[in-house]
């Protein structure tokens, strides 16, 4: 048990070390700016007095020859060089002051000048007047002269010391507490996973990765936590020193002023949240009638001449894209942080991923467009396009999937393809009589001509997928050198299962014209043979 209190203790002290390094990093960050000020400062004249990490005034103008940066060094030289006995013994004055034209007010500790500010150094945003100079300067120094006193002082120094020290061991208790509670509750949460895993046999279970997912975000809370802890350790022992007591202000300044602009971002984002819902919820409603209005005209409930019932589906997607691209529109400036960088580059963003490839997707989206409206195509319909035969299975603003004749091949044709071949389209002018299929024969001259008819209306009589209604035909398509060319026509509500419906169609044309001892002229024949070239029906 020791051993492993000493394992996480020394885990805890890997994550204090690699924290604290960030959280330094962190108070460089927010240091840096004030920094960047006073040099800001510096390259227009104005000098920022500063002690003990305190600013104590700024000197904008010449006095009595002096510049600036002369009079912030001279009044810094003097606060620096005071002794103990001056901090405990004297206290701070303030006198009116007058050098030739320049008035104004001189600050002492006793006897001692520290220095004087005029009405030429007064920041009319910040400071105001004379008056409001003179009590904000009093108290910096007079807070400043009392850490300098308790810099001083040995027992204090000490008694600061073990306060930061106790309150480094409460942070390690708090710490591996909280690391070991989380650490425990994600690893249930593993196992849970992992024995919903075990229990499919291979299979996916979407719970398993329910678990796993907040498994992890249990660890990124316990980060979270730890970082938040060191933070606030952080501030508090910053601020027990003298010298650090205004870092460590800053930092706790920082995350009051994050936590109040949080919440001040919530309660300032709700009238525009009320606005996006309602404006959402109106929308919501729109859509849902239009799709009952779309729905009706599809079923012929209501006639609308403009929308026909093979473009409604594609008319109801384009309603409901332009009628929720005009709700975003009105929407987005409403949404919080908009209006900020991160927003802003992010519209870059998709304005160029848009711009990049707009060119292709446009053109396809208006290939599908032309397809759709021009009624060329619909899902069922027996098509040959491109080289492709079979069935469209799904109809799509940016390709057409047609499955082919045997099932197991989908074949996926982009509409500005489709839009620039021919489409020969079987069933879309046969939508009560079915797919219109055919076949030839070549039979002699001396073959009776009726009673080829009637043999080859008598096969389809035999192959259920054939309809009766409409009845088969046969039509002489011409009367060639050495035969006559039949072509029979049948409808099918299975365009599908065409060649088995053809297969079968030709075993039985054979099998009667056979039986018949009607000889097919497949090959050719220059001269009849002596005897009949055909095989013995069954």
């Known amino acids: 048990m020791a051993q492993q ?26 240091l840096a700016p004030t920094v960047q000020a006073q040099d800001q400062l510096a390259n227009v004249n104005d000098v920022t007095l500063s002690v003990m990490n305190r600013e104590i005034a700024t000197f904008r103008a010449n006095l009595a020859q002096a510049t600036p940066e002369q009079r912030a060094k001279r009044a810094q030289d003097r606060i620096n060089s005071l002794t103990e006995n001056d901090l405990i013994t004297k206290k701070i004055e303030v006198l009116p002051l007058e050098l030739g034209n320049d008035k104004g007010m001189q600050w002492y500790l006793g006897e001692i000048a520290l220095f004087a500010l005029v009405e030429k150094d007064l920041d009319l945003e910040t400071d105001g007047n004379l008056k409001n100079l003179e009590k904000k300067t009093t108290e910096i120094l007079t807070e400043l002269m009392a850490a300098k006193e308790n810099q001083l002082k ?20 708090i710490v591996f507490i909280e690391k070991k509670s989380l650490n425990w509750v994600s690893t249930i949460l593993l196992k849970r996973g992992h024995s919903l895993s075990h229990s499919m046999n291979g299979g996916i279970h979407w719970s398993e990765y329910y678990f796993r997912f907040a498994s992890k975000i249990i660890s990124a ?120 960088e991160a927003f802003k580059g992010l519209s870059v963003l998709f304005g160029i991923v848009i711009s990049l490839g707009s060119t292709g997707l446009v053109s396809q989206l208006m290939s599908g467009l032309v397809v759709i409206y021009s009624r060329a195509l619909r899902v069922g319909d027996y098509v040959m396009v491109n080289g492709q035969e079979g069935v469209v299975k799904e109809l799509g603003v940016l390709s057409t999937k047609i499955q082919s004749l045997n099932s197991k091949i989908e074949t996926t044709i982009p509409n500005a393809v489709l839009i620039s071949n021919p489409i020969t389209n079987l069933t879309k002018l046969n939508e009560t009589t079915g797919t219109v299929l055919s076949t030839q024969v070549t039979i002699g001259y001396d073959a009776p001509w009726r009673e080829v008819h009637a043999m080859l209306i008598d096969a389809t009589k035999l192959i259920p997928d054939i309809k009766t209604d409409p009845e088969p035909k ?3 398509k011409a009367l060639s050198d050495f035969y006559v060319e039949y072509e029979l026509f049948i409808h099918t509500n299975n365009p599908m299962k065409k060649m088995a419906i053809l297969s079968e169609l030709h075993q039985t044309i054979q099998d009667n014209f056979n039986r018949a001892g009607i000889q097919i002229m497949s090959p050719h024949f220059m001269v009849q043979p002596e005897q009949a070239v055909l095989s013995k029906a069954p």
Do not use: C
Not at 11 to 18: E, L, R
Not at 160 to 170: E, F, K, P
Not at 271 to 293: A, E
């Open 5 to 30: 209190i000493n394992k996480e203790l020394t885990g805890s002290k890997n994550v204090f070390f690699n924290f604290g390094i960030l959280l330094f990093v962190i108070l460089g960050y927010f």
């Open 221 to 340: 809370i316990s980060w979270l936590l730890t970082a938040l802890f060191i933070y606030i350790w952080l501030t508090f022992s910053l601020r027990q020193l003298p010298l650090t007591e205004p870092l460590g202000r800053k930092l706790g300044q920082h995350i009051t002023d994050t936590i109040y602009s949080i919440f001040s971002g919530i309660l300032g984002s709700i009238p525009n949240l009320i606005s996006i819902l309602i404006i959402i919820f109106v929308t919501r409603t729109i859509t849902d009638l239009l799709k009952i209005f779309f729905k009706r005209v599809q079923a012929g409930n209501i006639q609308f001449n403009v929308f026909h019932k093979d473009t409604v589906s594609a008319s109801q997607r384009i309603a409901t894209f332009l009628l929720w691209g005009l709700t975003f529109s009105i929407i987005y400036p409403l949404i919080p942080g908009s209006n900020t």
């Open 474 to 476: 046969v039509f002489q």
């Open 154 to 173: 040995l027992p204090y120094l000490i008694h600061q010391s073990i306060l930061i020290m106790l309150a480094t061991l409460i942070l390690g208790i």
